[in-house]
């Protein structure tokens, strides 16, 4: 990303923390994100992903650190620093009590937008989010994927210049999810910064620019997906099924072949370069695996090699 | 969608006072409010009309013939109806005061995440909370107008003053709904809510609400006096019959004071209420 070097900073994360009573949820992690970054947080549940975007709109006060968002804190300056923020939470809180087309027009008002701006945006959005169709229906009508797209069309309603996206495509069927994707993409051709968290490693591979990998409220990693995996994982893996009861037994038989062997309840993991080669070798040791498997190595490797963890368990 | 420049990601600090938890914009919370009755909640609004009126009519026509006239606050003989009509209006202001700013509050913020999702957009919680209040304030003053009307209607009311009715009627809500939202920020589960419901109900029964206070000993009526509900009752039930005294003002200073305090209260607690 060579361009991004010479962009303002969006984000700045020192020392950042949230204690809950004993349990800290967020401890000590450190960010920047550029102008116009896609930067993602990837982490299980229960890592500080949630906490950490809480924070960042200024709806949940820190225990330590800074934190400055386009250069304010958004604890003294919440309304100012959030007029620009779009936020997509985890869960679609949106406005039971009110229309399709009304969730957009109200919450546009919550910004203090005049109406003269809101109608015909409304119906920019819905068409963005292709529920033009349903804007007078009431939002418990609507599928699991349509309120997800209308609380995306919502958090654009104030030409955001930094969206937060907390699990964006949690619960949605994989056409709703390219769609979204497809989406998210336009948006940072316009030049919007992008934080988001995920699971998903496709999500994280697809979408970020940059991640950091949180696990326990700690940074375990920062880079690029490409840049992560080629650090903390070989360019291939192989994947071997020997049965329930043998994996554990096959995995001394295997020793030697590929750079490390991870044992997974179901399966081998063998890491290698050339992933055919591995299974050559392992054929002519005389194993036969049930089943077997060569892939590219992906952010799920990486997240393993790091907490020994997967990380949707 | 316009193009984002470097120039748009250096934002200015906003030096007004309360600039982290007030954005000027208590209108568009009010709005949603009248949005989402117009849309989903118009029968729960009536029915918030109806329990009074029909308190008065089982009470003050169904009891009121057993017992005949009371002397009313001049000393003249009224109606016994005539007599707690004032008394229903006060409590159904404390009820709707306590429940908008509580349960409803409570819910909106824990069940609904309908404050969260307010907080994510330029709103602070200050504009929350008066928007709040200013709806459950409306939404009194509604009710109250239109108890009036069925007192006039009752024949229950000789005297202009007895207008005078409703304005109070929305002060002593004002007071409950501004103390009650600072109490909701103590609030962490639905059961703690029942004492709210532990405290109303009794006042509701002893504060001078169906018989006067002299039937208690002193004690007991130092007690009811301290307690807000009866500055209402009595406060209302003075301006029905348009007779008034010292403790007219007295009555009305203990609501101005309710909602100096409620609304301290309020605000100091608006980060532990909406900014966990």
Not at chain 1, 182 to 208: P, S
Not at chain 1, 223 to 247: H, K, M
Not at chain 2, 11 to 24: E, G, K
Not at chain 2, 226 to 238: C, D, K, T
Request: a neutral charge; glycine letters at 8%.
């Amino acid at each position: 990303m060579p361009q991004t070097t010479s962009r303002p900073t969006v984000i700045a994360a020192d020392q950042l923390t949230k204690r809950y009573g004993d349990f800290t949820a967020v401890d000590a992690i450190s960010f920047e994100v550029p102008a116009g970054e896609s930067f993602g947080l990837l982490g299980p549940n229960g890592a500080g992903k949630s906490t950490t975007m809480r924070m960042i709109g200024g709806v949940s006060q820190r225990s330590g650190g800074t934190l400055r968002i386009m250069g304010l804190d958004p604890e003294e300056q919440g309304p100012e620093v959030r007029a620009h923020l779009g936020v997509v939470p985890q869960e679609d809180n949106l406005d039971q009590e009110l229309k399709v087309r009304d969730n957009l027009i109200v919450y546009g008002r919550y910004f203090g937008l005049p109406l003269s701006y809101l109608r015909p945006k409304a119906d920019e959005l819905l068409d963005f989010a292709q529920l033009t169709d349903k804007a007078n229906a009431r939002v418990e009508d609507l599928s699991g994927g349509m309120k997800r797209r209308l609380t995306i069309a919502r958090s654009l309603i104030n030409d955001p210049r930094v969206l937060l996206l907390d699990e964006p495509t949690t619960g949605l069927d994989p056409q709703a999810r390219h769609i979204l994707w497809d989406r998210l993409f336009r948006l940072k051709e316009r030049g919007v910064t992008l934080i988001l968290t995920t699971h998903y490693m496709d999500e994280a591979e697809q979408l970020c620019d940059r991640l950091i990998v949180v696990d326990r409220g700690r940074i375990m990693a920062e880079g690029s997906p490409s840049a992560l995996i080629r650090q903390y994982s070989t360019r291939e893996v192989l994947e071997l099924r020997f049965g329930a009861d043998r994996n554990a037994g096959a995995a001394e038989a295997v020793e030697g072949i590929g750079e490390r062997i991870e044992v997974l309840p179901d399966r081998l993991l063998v890491y290698a370069h050339d992933g055919e080669a591995a299974l050559e070798a392992i054929g002519n040791r005389g194993l036969s695996p049930l089943t077997s498997l060569v892939r590219r190595s992906s952010l799920e490797d990486v997240f393993l090699r790091l907490t020994g963890r997967s990380l949707i368990e | 969608m316009s193009l984002v420049r470097d120039a748009d990601l250096q934002l200015t600090a906003d030096r007004r006072p309360f600039a982290s938890l007030y954005s000027r914009n208590v209108r568009a919370v009010i709005v949603r409010g009248l949005v989402a009755t117009k849309t989903s909640n118009a029968a729960i609004m009536i029915s918030g009309f109806v329990e009074p009126v029909l308190y008065l009519l089982s009470m003050g026509i169904g009891l009121g013939a057993l017992i005949g006239t009371v002397q009313g606050p001049d000393g003249t003989e009224i109606s016994y109806a005539a007599y707690i009509a004032p008394a229903l209006l006060t409590v159904s202001a404390m009820n709707g005061a306590l429940y908008d700013s509580t349960m409803n509050v409570f819910f909106k913020m824990n069940y609904a995440k309908l404050y969260q999702n307010m907080l994510y957009t330029s709103l602070g919680p200050l504009d929350v909370a008066l928007g709040e209040i200013f709806l459950a304030l409306l939404r009194g003053f509604l009710y109250a107008t239109g108890f009036t009307i069925v007192m006039a209607a009752m024949g229950l009311i000789t005297t202009w003053w007895a207008l005078l009715m409703v304005p109070a009627a929305v002060l002593i809500a004002f007071g409950f709904a501004s103390i009650g939202m600072g109490i909701t920020s103590y609030i962490r589960t639905f059961q703690q809510l029942d004492w709210v419901t532990f405290i109303m109900l009794p006042m509701f029964l002893f504060s001078a609400t169906f018989y006067p206070l002299s039937v208690y000993p002193e004690p007991i009526q130092w007690l009811i006096q301290a307690l807000p509900l009866w500055h209402g009752v009595e406060l209302l039930r003075q301006l029905s019959v348009g007779s008034f005294g010292v403790m007219t003002a007295v009555h009305l200073l203990y609501y101005v004071l309710m909602v100096i305090v409620g609304m301290t209260l309020t605000t100091r607690r608006l980060r532990a209420l909406f900014l966990k």
